[in-house]
């Protein structure tokens, strides 16, 4: 069933996102790539800022009827958060840690669960439902421990 794929999928995210980090050289990890786009570090705590609201997002989803699921402006958090000032370990564990805790909730929802739905602030007049969630939500680590291996190839590139 392709629902339960993007579960194992969304569980799967946070070892491929830790494998792609070890890979970092320390030198490279508050390195961007260009101007407007992410260091390694800032990527890293962006993760965890996006999974824990994605954690709540869903539960808004299931146990609430029609919410409005609200969206942020995630460079601005990035840059005003001064995410290159706040340590990495502790937003690495927090996505270990909502990542569980999600996994855990989202093997135990019932079928119905799946068709529940709102509205995103970001996507006005579409309906967002669960399913629409786990399909975002299952690639997203998997999207950034790519985005960490291009940093680290282009960071190579520029200092052989």
């Known amino acids: 069933m392709r629902r339960e794929a993007l579960i194992d999928q969304f569980a799967n995210g946070v070892a491929l996102f ?3 980090l070890a890979e970092v050289p320390a030198a490279a990890m508050q390195w961007r790539p260009a101007p407007g786009k992410w260091s390694v570090h800032e990527i890293v705590c962006h993760c965890a800022d996006s999974e824990t609201n994605s954690a709540m997002r869903i539960r808004y989803l299931v146990g609430e009827d029609r ?28 996505i270990e840690a909502v990542r569980e805790w999600t996994t855990t909730f989202l093997r135990s929802l019932p079928t119905s669960a799946w068709s529940r739905a709102g509205m995103h602030s970001e996507m006005p007049g579409e309906t967002y439902s669960a399913e629409m969630w786990l399909s975002i939500y299952a690639e997203h680590l998997d999207v950034h421990a790519a985005q960490i291996r291009r940093n680290v190839m282009a960071w190579k590139a520029r200092n052989p």
Do not use: M, N, V
């Open 18 to 20: 830790k494998q792609a």
């Open 67 to 94: 919410p409005t699921i609200a969206g942020y402006d995630q460079d601005r958090w990035a840059r005003d958060f001064d995410y290159h000032a706040l340590p990495i370990e502790p937003s690495l564990k927090q």
